[in-house]
T-cell receptor
Framework: DAKTTQPNSMESNEEEPVHLPCNHSTISGTDYIHWYRQLPSQGPEYVIHGLTSNVNNRMASLAIAEDRKSSTLILHRATLRDAAVYYCILRGGNKLVFGAGTILRVKS | GAVVSQHPSRVICKSGTSVKIECRSLDFQATTMFWYRQFPKQSLMLMATSNEGSKATYEQGVEKDKFLINHASLTLSTLTVTSAHPEDSSFYIC?????????FGSGTRLTVV
């Protein structure tokens, strides 16, 4: 499975936008870019996914670089409930392979 | 949306005993389910793929005789930790894949004393 690289942690102020980067320089043409997040002591939760075009849903936006070697998850207005570990995962097959993720801290 | 129910949410057992964790897909059928283990401050590690009606597929390094997986129906997969030891204490999580996303259970915190 292709590898992703994310910052260990990031901090944001409440009500401000957050941009979570992910590098995936070895992505293959058929890999989808998936984002999940995990709140403390809970199972992961799907956030968003995309292939080539930018994607928006009620939770977040996903901006994908033209060469697909990087992507950015955008939370438009961070709340305290968004504090979690965010995982960027490349999915080419049936399995999800989790990396270390980014710990997002949100300050009030 | 799809819901995966996992029970129990936490369990404490004595060393040497076995513990069964259940994972149910509530409103959809899942021919495949995944089992993960997560140690404190670490990421999820895939342990095995549970296949309805056939044997589970285990990831490298996971003892199949210790972590027994049964997927007897299209809505239920179970993980049994046999002869549990303190080093098996961990957070166990199941998931069911969908067309575009996986749905995860809420996890089981296992403590072996």
């Amino acid at each position: 499975d292709a590898k992703t690289t994310q910052p260990n942690s990031m901090e944001s102020n409440e009500e401000e936008p957050v941009h979570l980067p992910c590098n995936h320089s070895t992505i293959s043409g058929t890999d989808y870019i998936h984002w999940y997040r995990q709140l403390p002591s809970q199972g992961p939760e799907y956030v968003i996914h995309g292939l080539t075009s930018n994607v928006n849903n009620r939770m977040a936006s996903l901006a994908i670089a033209e060469d697909r070697k990087s992507s950015t998850l955008i939370l438009h207005r961070a709340t305290l409930r968004d504090a979690a570990v965010y995982y960027c995962i490349l999915r080419g097959g049936n399995k999800l392979v989790f990396g270390a993720g980014t710990i997002l801290r949100v300050k009030s | 949306g799809a819901v995966v129910s996992q029970h129990p949410s936490r369990v404490i057992c004595k060393s040497g005993t076995s513990v069964k964790i259940e994972c149910r897909s509530l409103d959809f059928q899942a021919t495949t389910m995944f089992w993960y283990r997560q140690f404190p401050k670490q990421s999820l590690m895939l342990m095995a793929t549970s296949n309805e009606g056939s044997k589970a597929t285990y990831e490298q390094g996971v003892e199949k005789d210790k972590f027994l997986i049964n997927h007897a129906s299209l809505t239920l997969s179970t993980l049994t930790v046999t002869s549990a030891h303190p080093e098996d204490s961990s957070f166990y999580i199941c998931s069911a894949p969908g067309p575009f996303r996986d749905t995860f259970g809420s996890g089981t915190r296992l403590t072996v004393v």
